[in-house]
Nanobody, 122 residues
């Protein structure tokens, strides 16, 4: 059974940093690209960042470029999202997802985690 478990969310102030983790089990982690999405209340689930199977390629949404960094540790079956200079508009539930091929469309994901909440106060 595939499980993706996010952690690291919480309440921070604008300008602070936070690191999210997503631990994967039940799949061959290195065979999957990993992707972070986020969903704010009343809005659609949007792409945030993606990383290729080897970690050699990364893709970011324009809204987080230069502030967020996605990385992975295939030995630990974990993907990370380092979020710096957080803004109130970054507040959302953050989800990690696994995709056989590096994609940014939520409809192309093979597996999803349940999410972790990030709240940013101004």
């Amino acid at each position: 059974q595939v499980q993706l478990v996010e952690s690291g969310g919480g309440l921070v102030q604008a300008g602070d940093s936070l690191r999210l983790s997503c631990a994967a089990s039940g799949l061959t982690f290195s065979n999957y690209a990993m992707v972070w999405f986020r969903q704010a209340p009343g809005k659609e689930r949007d792409f945030v960042a993606a990383i290729s199977r080897s970690g050699g390629r990364t893709v970011y949404a324009d809204s987080v470029k230069d502030r967020f960094t996605i990385s992975r540790d295939n030995a630990r079956n974990t993907v990370y999202l380092q979020m710096n200079s957080l803004k109130p508009e970054d507040a959302a539930v953050y989800y990690c997802a696994a995709s056989i091929i590096l994609r940014t469309n939520r409809d192309d994901m093979n597996y999803w985690g349940r999410g972790t909440l990030v709240t940013v106060s101004s």
